[in-house]
Nanobody
């Protein structure tokens, strides 16, 4: 069974940086996608960034150029480096894994596993 443990959220001023980490036990890179979703107050959950099973990386348009996803396969951990944070990035961020495939033009499938959320608050 896949278990995801997210960490790294917090309070930061606009323009600042945070790094989220997701420790994924029972997950094998290349079998499924893994990445980050977020849900802001009053909004639907949205995909932020992911590493698809084929290695292709997806970024939501709103975070391109500011966020970077990476993985350490030896540690089975996925990171989300968030720079130039803006108040609109405030949300609960969730790590997720499963049979989904996201590109700029495709949203296919859905995660099968979710980690607990970690709150990111960006103050103006």
């Amino acid at each position: 069974e896949v278990q995801l443990q997210a960490s790294g959220g917090g309070l930061v001023q606009a323009g600042g940086s945070l790094r989220l980490a997701c420790a994924a036990s029972g997950f094998t890179f290349g079998d499924d996608a893994i990445g980050w979703f977020r849900q802001a107050p009053g909004k639907e959950r949205e995909g932020v960034s992911c590493i698809n099973a084929d290695g292709r990386i997806f970024y939501a348009r709103s975070v391109k150029g500011r966020f970077t996803i990476s993985s350490d396969n030896a540690k089975n951990t996925v990171y989300l480096e968030m720079n130039s944070l803006m108040p609109e990035d405030t949300a609960v961020y969730y790590c997720a894994a499963g049979p989904f495939y996201y590109t700029d033009y495709v949203r296919s499938g859905r995660p099968a596993y979710w980690g607990q959320g970690t709150l990111v608050t960006v103050s103006s």
